[in-house]
């Protein structure tokens, strides 16, 4: 049920809080994100934060471009958590890297919590996003690109909150009693 993780808790953005969900595996792009964080951090004199929920055997892999990207401060991998709306609520963008999706429920659970969804293109997630009201798609793997884009929106309030509602409106048609 998507109603488990509407979110009414406004983002003031001064903090850029980016979450994702997903095994820490090749197919979901950790090592992408993290270069979309890097690229994220030099746009901005605002502080980043992206918190990883997941665990997997690219953990390492990805615990060490953190450490040699010198983004420790930025980014968490928070493991698997019992309840990720939590984690969602205190967040204010959901970025997904993965090759490849084939539904995404993660996106549409992160939608019911008001998170614009910036991801790339998984072939799955094409159905879920309508470019710039609930977020971004991206065919090509561009994190500079992400990165403006989120920024873009991270300094529109208006556009950031037109979206997040756009959001948690659109989750509903995927609840359970939809169907």
């Known amino acids: 049920k998507v109603k488990k993780f509407i979110n009414n808790n406004k983002s003031d953005l001064n903090v850029i809080s980016l979450i994702t969900i997903g095994s820490l595996v090749e197919n979901k792009g950790h090592l992408f994100l993290i270069d979309v964080v890097n690229e994220l951090i ?6 980043v934060q ?10 390492e892999e990805i615990l060490n471009k953190i450490k040699i990207k010198k983004l420790g401060s930025a980014i968490r991998l928070l493991g698997k958590v019992k309840n990720p709306e939590v984690d969602l609520s ?8 993965a090759f490849e ?18 991801t790339t293109d998984g072939r799955g997630n094409r159905d879920l996003i309508i470019q710039g009201e609930n977020g971004m798609i ?17 300094n529109n309030p208006k556009k950031y909150d037109c979206m997040s509602k756009f959001c948690v409106e ?10």
């Open 50 to 59: 992206l918190s990883i929920l997941g665990d997997g055997y690219k953990k």
């Open 138 to 154: 991206y065919k090509k793997r561009d994190a500079v690109k992400i990165a403006e884009d989120i920024l873009s929106v991270a």
């Open 90 to 97: 205190l967040s204010d963008f959901y970025i997904h890297g």
């Open 170 to 179: 659109y989750s509903k048609k995927f609840d359970i009693q939809e169907y």
């Open 101 to 118: 999706e084939s539904f995404g429920l993660v996106l549409i659970e992160a939608m019911a919590a008001g998170l614009p969804v910036f």
């Open 42 to 47: 030099k746009l901005t004199d605002r502080k």
